[in-house]
Protein backbone atom coordinates (compact mmCIF):
# COMPACT_ATOMS: atom_id res chain seq x y z
CA UNK A 1 0.00 0.00 0.00
CA UNK A 2 1.27 3.47 -1.31
CA UNK A 3 1.16 6.46 1.62
CA UNK A 4 1.25 9.91 0.65
CA UNK A 5 1.61 12.54 3.38
CA UNK A 6 1.65 16.00 2.95
CA UNK A 7 2.27 18.88 4.72
CA UNK A 8 3.79 22.32 4.49
CA UNK A 9 0.19 24.28 3.81
CA UNK A 10 -0.80 27.15 6.07
CA UNK A 11 -1.57 30.80 5.79
CA UNK A 12 0.38 33.53 4.14
CA UNK A 13 -0.66 37.34 2.35
CA UNK A 14 -1.38 37.38 -1.56
CA UNK A 15 3.11 37.33 -2.56
CA UNK A 16 3.79 35.43 0.12
CA UNK A 17 5.42 32.04 -1.12
CA UNK A 18 5.11 28.41 0.67
CA UNK A 19 6.03 25.15 -0.18
CA UNK A 20 4.31 21.70 0.02
CA UNK A 21 6.20 18.65 0.64
CA UNK A 22 4.44 14.62 0.17
CA UNK A 23 6.46 11.96 1.73
CA UNK A 24 6.08 8.53 -0.17
CA UNK A 25 7.70 6.46 2.28
CA UNK A 26 9.52 3.21 0.65
CA UNK A 27 8.93 4.28 -2.71
CA UNK A 28 10.88 6.32 -4.95
CA UNK A 29 8.34 9.12 -6.45
CA UNK A 30 10.30 8.42 -9.64
CA UNK A 31 8.60 4.45 -9.29
CA UNK A 32 5.60 6.96 -10.37
CA UNK A 33 3.96 9.50 -12.10
CA UNK A 34 2.81 12.60 -9.53
CA UNK A 35 0.78 15.80 -9.65
CA UNK A 36 -0.74 17.84 -7.17
CA UNK A 37 -4.35 19.01 -7.46
CA UNK A 38 -6.46 21.41 -5.14
CA UNK A 39 -9.86 21.74 -4.22
CA UNK A 40 -11.23 25.06 -2.91
CA UNK A 41 -14.89 25.54 -1.05
CA UNK A 42 -17.80 24.58 -3.55
CA UNK A 43 -15.29 23.73 -6.56
CA UNK A 44 -14.30 20.73 -8.62
CA UNK A 45 -10.55 19.44 -8.00
CA UNK A 46 -8.30 20.90 -10.38
CA UNK A 47 -4.53 19.96 -11.29
CA UNK A 48 -2.14 22.41 -10.54
CA UNK A 49 1.30 20.55 -11.62
CA UNK A 50 2.10 16.87 -12.78
CA UNK A 51 5.69 15.50 -13.07
CA UNK A 52 6.04 12.10 -14.96
CA UNK A 53 9.05 9.40 -14.27
CA UNK A 54 11.55 11.19 -16.42
CA UNK A 55 11.12 14.83 -15.07
CA UNK A 56 8.85 16.23 -17.33
CA UNK A 57 6.39 18.94 -15.96
CA UNK A 58 3.08 20.57 -16.66
CA UNK A 59 0.94 23.08 -15.50
CA UNK A 60 -1.80 25.02 -16.35
CA UNK A 61 -1.95 28.87 -17.09
CA UNK A 62 -3.20 29.47 -13.88
CA UNK A 63 -0.46 28.77 -12.19
CA UNK A 64 2.46 28.82 -14.91
CA UNK A 65 5.61 30.44 -13.79
CA UNK A 66 4.49 31.01 -10.11
CA UNK A 67 4.53 27.10 -9.40
CA UNK A 68 6.98 24.70 -9.47
CA UNK A 69 6.81 20.75 -8.78
CA UNK A 70 10.07 19.22 -8.31
CA UNK A 71 10.94 15.69 -6.76
CA UNK A 72 13.75 14.42 -4.28
CA UNK A 73 14.13 10.44 -4.97
CA UNK A 74 16.58 10.00 -2.44
CA UNK A 75 14.48 11.38 -0.27
CA UNK A 76 11.01 9.88 -1.40
CA UNK A 77 9.59 12.95 -1.44
CA UNK A 78 7.35 15.50 -4.17
CA UNK A 79 7.89 19.15 -3.77
CA UNK A 80 5.43 21.99 -5.03
CA UNK A 81 7.13 25.17 -4.81
CA UNK A 82 4.34 28.31 -4.73
CA UNK A 83 5.41 31.68 -5.32
CA UNK A 84 2.98 34.84 -5.73
CA UNK A 85 -0.06 33.56 -4.14
CA UNK A 86 -3.28 34.95 -4.75
CA UNK A 87 -6.48 34.68 -2.90
CA UNK A 88 -7.37 32.64 -5.84
CA UNK A 89 -5.06 29.88 -4.77
CA UNK A 90 -6.88 29.56 -1.70
CA UNK A 91 -7.81 25.65 -1.42
CA UNK A 92 -6.90 22.07 0.00
CA UNK A 93 -3.94 21.13 -1.51
CA UNK A 94 -3.41 17.12 -2.36
CA UNK A 95 -0.69 15.05 -3.94
CA UNK A 96 -1.29 12.12 -5.99
CA UNK A 97 0.98 9.16 -7.60
CA UNK A 98 -0.11 6.38 -10.06
CA UNK A 99 1.37 4.87 -13.34
CA UNK A 100 0.86 5.70 -16.73
CA UNK A 101 -1.84 4.55 -19.02
CA UNK A 102 -2.52 4.92 -22.76
CA UNK A 103 -0.59 8.18 -22.45
CA UNK A 104 -2.09 9.43 -19.25
CA UNK A 105 -1.55 9.18 -15.17
CA UNK A 106 -3.92 7.11 -13.45
CA UNK A 107 -3.43 8.47 -10.37
CA UNK A 108 -4.59 5.57 -7.76
CA UNK A 109 -3.03 6.76 -4.59
CA UNK A 110 -3.73 9.98 -3.10
CA UNK A 111 -2.77 12.08 0.37
CA UNK A 112 -5.22 13.70 2.50
CA UNK A 113 -4.55 17.00 1.67
CA UNK A 114 -2.73 20.11 3.17
CA UNK A 115 -4.99 23.63 3.48
CA UNK A 116 -3.28 26.76 1.68
CA UNK A 117 -5.02 30.18 2.64
CA UNK A 118 -3.79 33.31 1.20
CA UNK A 119 -5.23 35.92 2.33
CA UNK A 120 -5.49 39.31 0.74
Known amino acids: QVHLVESGGGSVQAGGSLTLSCAVP????????MGWFRQASGKEREGVAT???????TYPDSVKGRFTISKDNAKNTLYLQMNSLKPEDTANYYC??????????????WGQGTQVTVSS
Open 96 to 109: AAGRPRWGACVYNY
Open 26 to 33: GYSPGSFC
Open 51 to 57: IDSYGST
